[in-house]
């Protein structure tokens, strides 16, 4: 049985993971046969959304106390993960992506990235294990890959603009489809960049996972 390691960067479409496409992953994980774990950083959220305002609220959350509301309480912190012990890495989307494991959210292609997704990241390429990147993740990508990574997000101009900056070779793709990058092994697909709908973004991420546990193989 293959085992995935999946990044969730909180709770929540605004300030953590996005719930539909963290529970999309890990529903396919299972329907394929594989093993999970779920890691999350033991940091502070950069900020804290009121989803149903959609405005800041001054609250102060735990990005790992939040992450175990969707993966009922099974998760572990990040510090604890070892590439060895699993055969991929798997990273729904949502803005904590881009706030809690980045700072994309406020430096675009400035951006940094925490030390501590970037070292699994690059575990993982060390380990020669494919990876996975949903919805806003593949931001990422040409810091823990380097020039050239093959991604998408969609066809957001502007973030594909900053892929490219930072070193990337964004591709457009719709938004039930994936790109592969073969010589590194990776896989990403739109999902909610693009998804109006939960099928929009689960045929995406179904073809992401499959695709990811092939190349595990």
């Known amino acids: 049985m293959k085992k995935v390691a999946v990044l969730l960067s909180g709770c929540g479409v605004f300030d953590g993971a996005e719930v539909n496409e963290a529970v999309l992953t890990l529903l396919h994980l299972t329907k394929q046969g594989a093993a999970y774990q779920c890691f999350a950083p033991d ?3 950069m900020h804290t959304i009121n989803h149903l305002k959609g405005e800041e609220n001054g609250d102060k959350r735990n990005v790992l106390e939040e992450a175990a509301r ?7 912190p990040l510090s604890e993960l ?11 989307g949502g803005f904590g992506v881009a706030k809690n494991f980045c700072d994309f959210a406020v430096n675009g292609a400035e951006m940094t990235v925490n030390e501590q ?9 060390d380990a020669e294990k494919p990876a996975g990147y949903m919805c806003i993740a593949p931001v990422l990508l040409p810091h823990i890959y380097g020039n050239g990574v093959k991604v998408t997000v969609g066809n957001d101009q502007e973030v594909a603009g900053s892929i490219n900056t930072m070193g990337g070779e964004h591709v457009d793709c719709g938004v039930r489809d994936i790109v592969v990058d073969d010589k590194h092994k990776l896989v990403t697909t739109p999902a909610y ?10 045929e995406g991420i179904r073809k992401l996972v499959e695709k990811v546990l092939y190349m595990a193989a």
Do not use: W
């Open 43 to 45: 940091i502070e959220q």
């Open 117 to 125: 997704v970037l070292k699994v990241g690059k575990a993982f390429i």
């Open 193 to 202: 960049m693009l998804a109006d709908n939960l099928a929009d973004a689960e």
């Open 70 to 76: 969707i993966a009922r309480g099974e998760v572990k």
């Open 82 to 92: 070892e590439a060895s012990e699993f055969d991929a890495l798997m990273l729904p």
